[in-house]
Antibody
Framework: QVQLVESGGGVVQPGRSLRLSCAAS????????MHWVRQAPGKGLEWVAV????????YYADSVKGRFTISRDNSKNTLYLQMNSLRAEDTAVYYC???????WGRGTLVTVSS | SYVLTQPPSVSVAPGQTARITCGGN??????VHWYQQKPGQAPVLVVY???DRPSGIPERFSGSNSGNTATLTISRVEAGDEADYYC???????????FGTGTKVTVL
């Protein structure tokens, strides 16, 4: 069925790196732009990044620009988020979402703590 | 950066109408989308492009957008509508997607 499944979350120390993955199935992944959206515990939604369907354009929230990199492998139907120089304030559930934010994964929790 | 402001909470009795506002500078010139999020779940798109509904979303959910305010209206509110609701736009001046601050809807 049509779905997105995130993985790669966990507990990481401040300053370290982590890579999230989002596996897509049930639709033509290579035809859609993709987003990462996060939600800190008890807080609202925060858009993180978007990548065009072919990877040609990428845009980032100011809070992560220069530290996070969004990428995709259309041959593997997979979206990625490389997170470097992690901070405590990056602690959140990270969701991947399709193009018009009409399809979301269940999220993966990233906890940045020493 | 573009800011979207929502009331923190709205309370409504079953069967009544809930209206959730989303304020932004000249938001009427943008396409507004609305999401419903229940505890422990991912958000679900309930209205897109101001007033269109994805398939499977009840007609009780409707939207409007004009001037500096967009509104999500939930008619004949049911207990299952209790959730957090977020508005969202794309800010073309910054190429950023922006979410509203969120509104918790409580069904009395």
């Amino acid at each position: 069925q049509v779905q997105l499944v995130e993985s790669g979350g966990g507990v990481v120390q401040p300053g370290r790196s982590l890579r999230l993955s989002c596996a897509a199935s049930g639709f033509t992944f290579s035809s859609y732009g993709m987003h990462w959206v996060r939600q800190a515990p008890g807080k609202g939604l925060e858009w993180v990044a978007v990548i065009w369907y072919d990877g040609s354009n990428k845009y980032y929230a100011d809070s992560v620009k220069g530290r996070f990199t969004i990428s995709r492998d259309n041959s593997k139907n997979t979206l990625y988020l490389q997170m470097n120089s992690l901070r405590a304030e990056d602690t959140a559930v990270y969701y991947c979402a399709r193009d018009r934010l009409d399809l979301w994964g269940r999220g993966t929790l990233v906890t940045v703590s020493s | 950066s573009y800011v979207l402001t929502q009331p923190p909470s709205v309370s409504v009795a079953p069967g009544q109408t809930a209206r959730i506002t989303c304020g932004g500078n000249n938001i009427g010139s943008k396409s507004v989308h609305w999401y419903q999020q229940k505890p422990g779940q991912a958000p679900v798109l309930v209205v897109y492009d101001d007033s269109d509904r994805p398939s499977g979303i009840p007609e009780r959910f409707s939207g409007s957008n004009s001037g500096n305010t967009a509104t999500l209206t939930i008619s004949r509110v049911e207990a299952g509508d209790e959730a957090d609701y977020y508005c969202q736009v794309w800010d073309s001046s910054s190429d950023h997607y922006v979410f509203g601050t969120g509104t918790k809807v409580t069904v009395l």
